[in-house]
DNA sequence: CCACGGTATGGTATCGATACCATACCGACA
DNA sequence: TGTCGGTATGGTATCGATACCATACCGTGG
């Protein structure tokens, strides 16, 4: 592999003058400048990015962080965090967390040692502490999808709460009155505003809601199989379901079909965030959106300023995005014999 | 940031020796050591990668560039490779080509900068181009999924042709006659084995191929569904379709769905690759699945391979891994009033 | 008693690039 | 004419780690 020396032998010059001309930075005359072209040309000359950024102390490289890298919605937001790094110069590096804190950190810690320019992390739990690990680096963060309570940091995320209301208005206006909520693990941010909109959609139509009503579990297929089935088993069934993510609501929807129960005529199911165009061949859930991509790209696009800025404090930043509400065929149509509310 | 030298002020040692307590190389007392950890525990140490890499030529990571992120078939393989990856403490890198060979030597030379120990390449065409480049650095790449004729390279993939040929077989059983082929772009080695196996199969039945059966599209939902779509308006309507991927698959369902064509009473539909459980209600379409996890992982054993024994020049690997049938809903009963073959 | 191999540690050069400073030419302007 | 600023280029130190070689202690065996 031959290095700047060997192209700056080659074109008689420096090797600061070969840099310049890679780099386009500096004064270059015309001639010297093809000279050079024409040797890295010849040579097949490849710069070698460890030495630059050792020297230069910036690798023009992102990281994101990411729990599930299976899930639609995360790749099409990786997509769009990508988007935004590449138009920007930068290169982005992906890592998939599996909801596990242990592997998030270990992760955070060799992206430090690779000494990427900023982080995009979806928080495995909502603690601080990889947060604060990268803080002590100094590097920059955003963090997406998850709020992380007790600690100053930029965030770009959903309004769960209110796209959970939204969906569990739309079940109350259709005359159910007894709802499950298939929810995430106690600690997601997600989940917990998610459970919290439920509750208050329930509270404000007058319902209390039953002991039973929300329900735990992982953020998969099989997690939202589990859940409904519980829910099918209890003694006063629920007419309909909330579920808190997309496989939540396809595993959901697997239980309901093995329990013999038709959706939406025996039981309404709703969930959060779709499925993309190129994996359905019907569009048949009711769903709250979250804008995955645009979530993505404005996360980075708040990082690359804190880049440019660099020691300038400002003040950290929240973005809230709505979500919204498509219905389709899964919420079915009012219930026989009950009274919509509103 | 602490240093290896600020850690070594700080333990009364030498820096070489915190090196050593890092790599766990070379003798080093108890009572070093010890106090060597608590230092780098203390100032919160974390070595540099950059210059670890630029100082022992190895920077512990592969690369992986694929033809499309967003298909399912393709993050299958690359969870293979990374689980391989890591098993053996390599770190990975993805990059997406988007089935354009451009991006794909842009992202090609990006990760030849950055000094990757190896790659594993899902060739854009079925081009020399890339590889070459890669060959002319000296590092050793492994190809994926798809046959690249011309070079002596390792390989790993799927017996398409044959899977073509089963898929065919089976629908010519069921009493069909007149079956169109969706296929993905000529040049892509994968396409163009089916194409093979289609053809090889009919001739096989007797029966002389029509000039139109064999279409020709993007790998994508919306190929599939231009496809179906000129399928259905030919003269001599196809009563079957056999789709080259997963997307192709769901987009001629959509078309045929449009043209109020029901699968499979009105026309059978049979394609490649499955879609993961996670993101599919009911199971529908029979297909030919190829081992996509197993494929990511015996890639990478075999790149690790060549990057233990470094120069010794072995011979170069093809693994071809069978595919297999699985018959679900979508390529119906028997066609009455038809006798099926064999 | 000395040589030698195993153990433990350190010094210095080096990886391939850029930061920083120095040099030198040239025309313009006081 | 001397100086100054714009243009063009190069030399040297340096980024943070490891490779390679050197050093020194210790016990053991001839």
Known sequence: MPTIHDVAKHAGVGSITVSRVINNSGYLSKETRARVEQAIA?????????????????????????????????????????????????????????????KESTYVNILLQKQVDG????????????????????????????????????????????????????????????????CGPKGVSTADDRAAGFLRALRSAGIAPGRDCILRGELSQEGGYLMAQQALRMAHKPSALLAANNFITIGAMKAAQEAGERVPEDIALVGFDDLPAAMVTFPFFTVAIQPAYEMGRKATEILLQRLKSHGAERQHEEVIFPTQIIVRRSSGDSVMGLHPIG
Do not use: W
Not at 50 to 58: E, G, I, Q, T, V
Not at 69 to 85: H, K, M, Q, S, Y
Not at 88 to 102: H, K, P, R, V
């Open 42 to 102: 010849e040579l097949g000359y490849v710069p070698n990015t460890l030495a630059r950024s050792l020297r230069s102390k910036r690798t023009n490289t992102l990281a994101l962080v990411l729990t599930d890298i299976t899930n639609p919605f995360f790749t099409t937001l990786a997509r769009g965090v990508e988007d935004a790094a590449s138009k920007a110069g930068y290169t982005l590096i992906f890592c998939n967390s599996d909801e596990s804190a242990m």
């Open 119 to 182: 982080f995009l992390l979806v928080p495995a739990q909502s603690k601080t502490t990889t947060i604060e690990l990268i803080h002590s680096r100094a590097v920059p963060v955003v963090v997406i999808d998850r709020a992380v309570p007790g600690i100053a940091v930029d965030v770009v995320r959903c309004d769960s709460e209110e796209g959970a209301f939204g969906l569990t208005r739309l079940l109350l206006e259709l005359g159910h009155r007894h709802i499950a909520c298939l």
